[in-house]
């Protein structure tokens, strides 16, 4: 059997089940850094879900949060901060 044809031979298989790993940050230094740049602000994260002034989940006793979900949340604060301007 040739090696086109081990190629055909797998394209009948299933394509991978779609996993949200790569969305999910972990832990306040991650979180830290996707949105201040730095883990150094962790403790502002940790504030910030102590005050519930940040969307995230825990997994155990791990802070997680989705980073699809923070850039959504970003942007409905930046929205609602353009609908407030005062002229």
Not at 6 to 13: F, G, L, N, T
Not at 16 to 39: C, K, M, R, S, V
Not at 71 to 79: D, S
Request: glycine share 6%; charged share 20%.
């Amino acid at each position: 059997m040739s090696y086109a044809v081990r190629i055909m031979d797998h394209s009948h298989q299933q394509p991978a089940t779609p996993t949200i790993g790569g969305d999910i940050l972990h832990g306040a230094d991650g979180i830290a850094a996707f949105l201040y740049g730095n883990e150094k602000f962790r403790r502002k994260i940790y504030n910030l879900v102590e005050t519930k002034r940040l969307p995230h989940f825990r997994l155990g006793n791990m802070i997680c949060a989705r980073k699809s979900v923070l850039l959504a949340w970003i942007k409905a604060q930046e929205e609602t901060s353009n609908t407030q301007v005062v002229s």
